[in-house]
């Protein structure tokens, strides 16, 4: 077994560590007070190569898996979670449909230009009335010769107004539930498709999030993304893999909470010396870093099995779960190790600390994910 990253995983790392600290760490806070999407920031990441690292390279990617994803995504959330989410979501979710479920000529026309950061893709399947139970949508595309019409709505999905290619999910056959969804893919300005943010979050407030509204948009079919029937499943393989980008996102808040506590202890003095010598605050960062590395370990234990081509649902499910509870544990006991100064936005742990609660709420939340285990380990 080896517990290194592949030495070009490596280099990949120290350049977006380098180009995050000096771009991202000074701006984080302003944006995430102002709740502004930083897209100029975003094209410099597709400049570096960032927003098409598992986009295959004849499609102008870099052609990387799971594991370079989850390395990618917690640097960047070391330093800002709404960044991170940016990241993993256009690469997972959006594009990652697109590769994966694509045709050719679906691929060679949407893949180039999010590969190189000049569109974001927002992946559309959560509505106001359906979270976890995402088969129970009902947005619907009804057959009109050789296109679809849809209508309904979608809401909390990230890039909503800033997305230049959505992958929307649609009700197809209302009767076959599951086994009736369809993927399409729709771009802005299409007659009755629009956007409206989503303000007011606790959380990952620079990310953009927003609701849409479907009102009897014509798709041509050439824009239905795989078979008819056959979205809800492809969806349920996207999940997967999303898990795994969540749960190094939240490995990256822990680690950035955990980095951050660990200076302040050692700077901040009570009773004439440093808190860090005191056994309390001491065993606090020893459980911290012990969680960080067990929720390090499990992220990247399913993303080595889904480069594999191996299952790896119940790993996805673990390793999101498990990182997600142990991002708030870290983030909360850096607040309580920086006191009341934790509890302004002096400093980035209350930022953490806010950001972390999606991740256990996102791309299933943590009762989800108990479900999908305990039924592997029941089965």
């Known amino acids: 077994m080896d517990f290194e990253l592949p030495a070009e995983l490596q280099e990949i790392q120290r350049t977006v560590r380098t180009f995050c600290e000096a771009e991202v760490k000074p701006h984080a806070r302003a944006w995430d007070e102002a709740g502004t999407f930083p897209g100029d920031l975003v094209g410099r ?7 098409g690292i598992a986009v295959p390279e004849e499609y102008g990617g870099a052609g990387l898996g799971a594991l370079a994803v989850a390395t990618v995504v917690e640097e960047v959330a070391r330093f800002d979670g709404s960044l ?4 993993a979501s256009h690469n997972g979710l959006g594009t990652g449909h697109i590769v994966r479920f694509g045709t050719e000529e679906q691929r060679r026309r949407w893949l180039p230009g ?4 000049e569109k974001l893709a927002a992946w559309a399947l959560t509505e106001p009335g359906s979270g976890s139970d995402a088969a129970g949508m009902r947005t619907t595309a009804v057959r009109r010769g050789d296109a679809w019409v849809l209508s309904g709505s979608k809401t909390f999905i990230t890039q909503g107004t800033v997305g230049g290619t959505f992958v929307v999910l649609a009700r197809t056959d209302p009767e ?7 993927a399409f893919v729709l771009e802005p300005g299409m007659r009755g498709f629009t956007q409206r943010a989503i303000h007011g979050k606790l ?27 056959e979205g809800f499943l492809n969806t349920l393989q996207i999940l997967d893999r999303g898990r795994i980008t969540i749960g190094a996102l939240a490995v990256g808040l822990a680690r950035g909470a955990l980095e951050e506590a660990r200076a302040y202890a050692k700077e901040r003095r009570a009773f004439g010396r440093p808190i860090a010598d005191f056994q309390a605050i001491g065993f606090m960062l020893a459980d911290m870093s012990t969680e960080l590395a067990a929720a390090r370990l499990l992220v990247q234990r399913a993303a080595a099995l889904c480069d594999a081509g191996l299952p790896f649902g119940k790993e996805a499910s673990m390793a999101k779960l498990f990182a997600s509870e142990a991002a708030m ?14 509890y302004t936005k002096d400093f980035p742990v209350e930022r953490y600390f806010r950001d972390a609660k999606l991740c256990e709420i996102g791309e299933g939340t943590s009762e989800v994910q108990r479900m999908v285990i305990a039924r592997s380990v029941l089965s």
């Not at 076959?176 to 369809?182: A, F, N, S, Y």
């Open 45 to 51: 990441l597709g400049e570096l190569g960032i927003m």
């Open 84 to 87: 991170a989410l940016t990241v």
């Open 114 to 117: 999010l590969a190189r950061g």
């Open 176 to 182: 076959r539930k599951q086994h009736g969804i369809t």
């Open 203 to 229: 959380g990952m407030r620079s990310s953009d999030t927003a609701e849409l509204f479907l009102d009897e948009v014509e798709v041509p079919d050439d824009r239905r993304l795989g078979g008819v029937g």
């Open 329 to 342: 544990r870290a983030t909360s006991k850096a607040i309580q190790i920086h006191g009341g100064y934790g």
